[in-house]
């Protein structure tokens, strides 16, 4: 038997035996595993119902809002369908068998969206900011900055932007991409190309962080001085100001905002301190903890709106009614008109 054929069947079985005895190939992986599947179906359902609520919904252009938040949740349902699930076998197996092409193209998809979500908070931001600052001309305002076109144009412009700004290591600045055999997912080697991960991070997290920082710090601060009485001599702005704070939205979105924050601190401050630090922090199940635990951000969303925004429960439940009855536009005069009324 030719001697190429007895080493192919070697390997194979050597293959088969490795397999057999990998330790990762236990409960504790199969569990992993099953963590990570459940995490990409519920981001998935979870986002396709934000996106076709919004979209069957009739009131959809009467906030601009609800177009950042339809960017935000095709960001996040891009995640739960194309990075997610090549972590599942990965997870059960303990290796990356996908590529290295593949490997690198799930660490660009990861920043990209990651920096679309980051953009897509600073517009919501200004939009919440543009409508207590100018409350009696929130609408004039809204006619000539926040069109449903212009928003829609500027949604467009931040995922070219992200998309070019994130591309230089998937076209060769870095060689290769890294599987991170704790939490099973491909990234991008940051820490080998410092200026141009510092000149990212700049452009950024430089105009969001600053820009929703004091665009919130604003609006709670109106709220503020507009709850403790002082007095504001114009009686018509101080309607619109009061009817506008009113608003659910501005509360809505700053959970939106300090939820996705928060999901990821864990995971920075892991990996900053494992940078400064020089090594590796040895705690079990550490870093697949915080590395889902901020991919489970693209879920909350939608506990977020049902529990704070009245009008994404009545579009929520109008895609119900609509699915069931097949009487959209009727169905929706009538519960928009009951909504008004109440």
Request: some cysteine; charged content about 15%.
């Amino acid at each position: 038997m030719p001697a190429r054929v007895l080493t192919a069947r070697a390997t194979v079985a050597a293959a088969e035996v490795s397999f057999a005895d990998n330790p990762l190939a236990s409960i504790e992986s199969l569990t992993q595993a099953a963590v990570i599947a459940v995490i990409g179906f519920a981001i998935v359902i979870s986002n396709l119902l934000i996106i076709a609520a919004f979209l069957n919904f009739k009131g959809l252009s009467n906030e601009v809002i609800n177009y950042y938040l339809l960017s935000l949740a095709v960001a996040d349902l891009m995640c739960g369908l194309l990075v997610v699930p090549l972590s599942v076998y990965p997870a059960i197996t303990g290796r990356w068998m996908f590529g290295d092409l593949l490997c690198r193209l799930a660490g660009y998809l990861e920043v990209t969206l990651w920096a679309v979500s980051v953009y897509t908070f600073m517009w919501i931001s200004v939009d919440r900011y543009l409508a207590v600052r100018k409350p009696l001309r929130y609408e004039t305002v809204s006619a000539t900055v926040q069109t449903r076109t212009r928003s829609q144009c500027w949604m467009v412009f931040t995922w070219i932007s992200a998309a070019m700004l994130c591309c230089p290591p998937l076209l060769g600045y870095k060689k290769e991409a890294n599987f991170d055999k704790e939490s099973f997912i491909c990234m991008l080697d940051w820490g080998s190309t410092y200026a141009y991960t510092a000149t990212l991070g700049i452009l950024v997290l430089g105009p969001s962080v600053i820009s929703i920082v004091y665009n919130y710090f604003y609006i709670f601060s109106m709220k503020r001085k507009l709850n403790s009485g002082v007095p504001i001599h114009d009686k018509e702005y101080a309607t619109a100001l009061a009817e506008n704070l009113a608003n659910p939205s501005h509360c809505m979105s700053f959970i939106l905002v300090t939820t996705f924050w928060l999901s990821w601190t864990p995971y920075v401050g892991v990996s900053l301190y494992e940078y400064f630090a020089g090594q590796e922090i040895k705690i079990p199940m550490l870093h697949f903890g915080v590395v889902w635990l901020g991919i489970l951000n693209s879920f909350w969303k939608i506990i977020i709106l049902i529990a704070m925004s009245p009008q994404f429960r009545l579009a929520l439940r109008i895609l119900c009614l609509t699915v069931c009855c097949r009487t959209k536009g009727r169905l929706q005069a009538e519960l928009i008109g009951l909504d008004n009324d109440d």
